[in-house]
């Protein structure tokens, strides 16, 4: 047997055993009482922060990044949180196979909608702007329940089985996926149709971007949100859902951040919209930090991103010239 077929197969087998997992994971969350999940999922949770030592350790040293002379037992008690939270608020999303669009109204408390109604008024669409930030794939289904057409952004998974479920899950609340890459004329579609397209932008990933304050250290931030606000005139307005201690996902929705001038030339333009953007999702972390993912290596400066230069009307982030 060739080195090839043993990897194919390997990960083929190793696809199968996520793919099992969740569903077992789902069935779970359908059939206990939710009290007993969240149980559960929080357990869930803690093990894994003992078990996966390496995003264990960076959560650590990034909790200590962001919040300079924090004595390690609150950044401990911090990233502890973090797994738990994660726990739970994945019973919460895997619990939307099942649920109905009231009991979705019901798990939720929406401030600030004022902040997205107003922009919606103006016809030209909302960028919904957010992070990995509680249970995210909550938020959209929400908005979707209370009415709003909501489309979505988002990474495709590499195991094609697990990104199917994704995607039903999201369009059995109303939620459209667009996945990134090829995404241009699908998003500028929505913001043109007056709707609502969500971006997650609070991650290091090599795509267009550029370097902006992020708890007050550089941290490499993708351009395409700005680039899309500019070019089709939409509003762009951050949001976040955490979940509260009495088991309620609360979504906050703040005003909309104010486009820079015109005469502003373009690169400037996106890189002040760029950075205002970034300073809202640090709003939103500093709120409830112990919802947001902090393992990922937000602050890493790769060599793609010190090669990368920006081609005049290229972006990378949508694939299309």
Not at 71 to 83: D, L, N, S, T, Y
Not at 140 to 167: D, E, H, P, T
Not at 296 to 317: A, S
Request: contains cysteine.
């Amino acid at each position: 047997m060739s080195s090839n077929l043993r990897k194919r197969i390997k990960k083929t087998v190793r696809r199968f055993g996520e793919t099992f997992l969740v569903r077992m994971l789902i069935f779970l969350a359908v059939t206990l009482p939710r009290r007993t999940g969240l149980s559960l999922f929080t357990l869930l949770g803690m093990f894994s922060y003992r078990c996966y030592r390496k995003d264990r350790v960076r959560a650590h040293e990034n909790i200590a990044l962001a919040f300079p002379g924090t004595p390690p037992v609150v950044a401990e008690a911090i990233a502890r949180g973090m797994f738990k939270s994660m726990g739970k608020n994945a019973l919460d999303t895997l619990r939307l196979t099942r649920r109905t669009k009231q009991q979705v109204l019901e798990s939720c408390l929406v401030s600030g909608e004022e902040n997205l109604l107003r922009p919606l008024a103006r016809g030209k669409g909302v960028l919904a702007i957010g992070g990995h930030i509680g249970c995210w794939e909550l938020l959209g289904a929400c908005l979707s329940a209370k009415g709003y057409k909501v489309s979505v952004i988002a990474r495709k998974l590499s195991n094609k089985m697990l990104n199917r479920m994704l995607i039903e899950l999201r369009r059995r609340h109303g939620v459209e996926s667009l996945h990134r890459g090829n995404t241009a004329v699908s998003g500028y579609r929505v913001l043109k149709r007056g709707e609502v397209l969500g971006m997650l932008v609070d991650q290091n990933i090599n795509i267009d971007g550029i370097m902006v304050p992020f708890f007050g250290r550089p941290a490499w931030t993708p351009i395409g949100p700005a680039v899309f606000a500019l070019r089709s005139g939409a509003a762009v307005v951050p949001m976040a859902i955490h979940m509260q201690p009495g088991g309620i996902h609360h979504i906050k929705i703040l005003p909309e951040i104010e486009h820079p001038p015109e005469d502003l030339p373009e690169e400037e333009r996106r890189a002040v919209l760029t950075e205002n953007i970034t300073a809202a999702i640090e709003k939103f972390v500093r709120l409830y930090p112990q919802q947001w993912v902090w393992f990922h290596d937000r602050w890493r400066v790769r060599k793609e991103h010190l090669e990368k230069v920006e081609k005049p009307g290229y972006h990378e982030m949508d694939g299309t010239a």
